[in-house]
Nanobody
């Protein structure tokens, strides 16, 4: 059974940085994709970034491109989201997700497993 444990959220001032982590277990990932999504109160869950395990190809939402960086450690079976230049509008619960198979799509239905979420709050 695949399990995703996301962590690293917290409270940060605008302009600050945070790094989220997602530790995956229960599967040896190969031709799969990992993603990060976020959900603010009263809003739908939205795509943030995705990365392929093999090759490390990435895809970003326009709203975070140039500020956020997704990466992975195959040795640790962990995916990271480095978030810089944070803005109050980045405040949300951030979810790690795993897609069994290739593809850098940004739709929630493309992903098969989800973490429990970690809260990120950016104060102005």
């Amino acid at each position: 059974q695949v399990r995703l444990a996301d962590s690293g959220g917290g409270l940060v001032q605008a302009g600050g940085s945070l790094r989220l982590s997602c530790a995956a277990s229960g599967r040896t990932f190969s031709r799969d994709t990992m993603g990060w999504f976020r959900q603010a109160p009263g809003q739908e869950r939205e795509f943030v970034a995705a990365i392929t395990w093999i090759g490390g190809s990435t895809n970003y939402a326009a709203s975070v491109k140039g500020r956020f960086t997704i990466s992975r450690s195959q040795a640790k079976n962990t995916v990271y989201l480095q978030m810089n230049s944070l803005k109050p509008e980045d405040t949300a619960v951030y979810f790690c997700a795993a897609r069994l198979g290739a593809g850098l799509g940004g739709q929630t239905y493309d992903y098969d497993y989800w973490g429990q979420g970690t809260q990120v709050t950016v104060s102005s």
